[in-house]
């Protein structure tokens, strides 16, 4: 049985040149957390 996603907010592309400074600033206002996953099946 899946989980229920609904409501999760999925963030795909964020373009940006100082990647780790996105990545400390979004969990401090937003309440973000990140999971990377490198996915083999993209068209």
């Known amino acids: 049985m899946a989980l ?3 409501g999760r907010i ?3 592309d964020l373009f940006t040149n ?4 996105s990545m ?3 969990p401090r ?3 973000w957390s990140y999971k ?3 996915a ?3 068209a």
């Open 36 to 38: 990377t996953e490198h």
């Open 24 to 26: 400390t600033f979004f």
């Open 4 to 6: 229920d996603k609904t």
């Open 29 to 31: 206002v937003a309440g």
């Open 18 to 21: 100082n990647r780790q400074r």
């Open 10 to 12: 999925i963030w795909h």
């Open 40 to 42: 083999a099946d993209f």
